[in-house]
């Protein structure tokens, strides 16, 4: 199964770690990436794209609003999300004070069903 993960932070809080707890925390994301899986840092800009109702609206501005920004996404396989829980615990947001939200996403054949 397939679980995508937002991952909240901000620099203060990866400012808060010490030189020992960035290097352990990016060795966490290196081990989410040696398994195959999709891991990135975001941009702080955001375009929100909504079409109700047919009006088409596109801000340069999040729709949801958090107390932190989005700093990050990964695209993790596992079989369960105990398992997701275990490999994004020590990652950087999570270690620095942000959050990561785990979400599983639907499997869908190639045939779109």
Do not use: H
Request: charged share 25%; net charge negative.
């Amino acid at each position: 199964m397939k679980f995508l993960c937002l991952a909240y932070g901000d620099e203060a809080g990866w400012n808060s770690l010490s030189e020992e707890e960035k290097r352990e925390a990016l060795a966490q994301d290196a081990v989410i990436r040696d398994r195959g899986n999709l891991m990135s840092a975001v941009q702080g800009t955001v375009t929100s794209v909504r079409n109700w109702g047919g009006n088409l609206e596109v801000k340069n501005e999040p729709f949801a609003r958090n107390e932190l920004p989005l700093a990050g996404f990964s695209v993790i396989e596992a079989e369960t999300v105990d398992e997701v829980i275990e490999l994004v615990s020590n990652t950087p947001c999570a270690r620095a004070r942000g959050v990561i939200e785990i979400r599983p996403c639907w499997n869908l054949d190639d045939d779109g069903t």
